[in-house]
């Protein structure tokens, strides 16, 4: 079982930039493959970014590619994502999720979800 807790959404302004936080419950996060997802009000869940369980691979969604980095601290069961550039499009809820597996894939077949950190982007 692996709890996860999202924190440092917020509110800025166009341009700006935000990095969240997952901490991660348990002494065998290095073993899980992580993806930041968001969900927009009337949207459905999207995937942003993926990282597998060293570090070494990193995944994006087109419509963050260039702005945002995933990466991870293992020693600290912790990962992150941060946003550069933010746009209002980019407003929602994100979370992060699990898996547990090597493979990584960008639907939403994840095994544990967090609770979820609003960013709110203004024009």
């Known amino acids: 079982q692996v709890q996860l807790v999202e924190s440092g959404g917020g509110l800025v302004q166009a341009g700006g930039s935000l990095r969240l936080s997952c901490a991660a419950s348990g002494r065998t996060f290095s073993s899980y493959v992580m993806g930041w997802f968001r969900q927009a009000p009337g949207k459905e869940r999207e995937f942003v970014a993926a990282?597998?369980?060293?570090?070494?691979?990193?995944y994006y969604a087109n419509s963050v590619k260039g702005r945002f980095t995933i990466s991870r601290d293992n020693a600290k069961n912790t990962v992150y994502l941060q946003m550069n550039s933010l746009k209002p499009e980019d407003t929602a809820v994100y979370y992060c999720?699990?898996?547990?597996?090597?493979?990584?894939?960008?639907?939403?077949?994840?095994?544990?979800w967090g609770q979820g950190t609003q960013v709110t982007v203004s024009s």
């Open positions: 999720a699990a898996r547990d597996s090597m493979v990584i894939i960008t639907t939403l077949d994840y095994d544990y």
């Open positions: 990282i597998s369980r060293t570090g070494g691979r990193l």
